[in-house]
């Protein structure tokens, strides 16, 4: 993980991933992040920065089943690997350290 840096929109694609369990794909992804995020993404941009995360190694990927819905197309799943997992809460320890020195952003 050392030198490995994570982009704002990488780690919410990641975010999605993991909230989305086994049903991480693309539009998946768009969809999760229009409603937990109030925040309008393109799926191409989705899809790059899940390749990305995969080159990084911290996602990986395998074609789910044929679906009569998709006209009998493949959708690709995205999970987390133990790295991007790990990244992600080393990331939210730090950020919970630094806010934790803000007084306004203590929790009672």
């Keep these: 993980m ?3 840096v994570l ?3 990488e780690e919410l694609v990641m975010l999605m991933c993991m909230i989305l369990k086994d049903e991480a794909y693309g539009i998946n992804i768009v ?7 109030n925040r309008k993404v393109n799926l191409s941009a989705v899809h790059v920065t899940l390749y990305r995360l995969e080159d990084k190694g911290l996602v990986t990927s395998h074609m789910g089943g044929v679906t009569q819905m998709r006209g009998g197309r493949r959708k690709r799943i995205f999970e987390l690997t133990s790295t991007g997992i790990e990244m992600l809460k080393d ?3 730090k950020r919970q350290t630094i806010l934790s ?4 952003f203590k929790l009672s």
């Design 2 to 4: 050392k030198g490995l």
């Design 7 to 9: 982009g704002e929109f």
């Design 31 to 37: 969809e999760e992040i229009r409603i937990k995020m």
């Design 91 to 93: 990331l939210q320890e």
């Design 101 to 104: 020195l803000i007084p306004e």
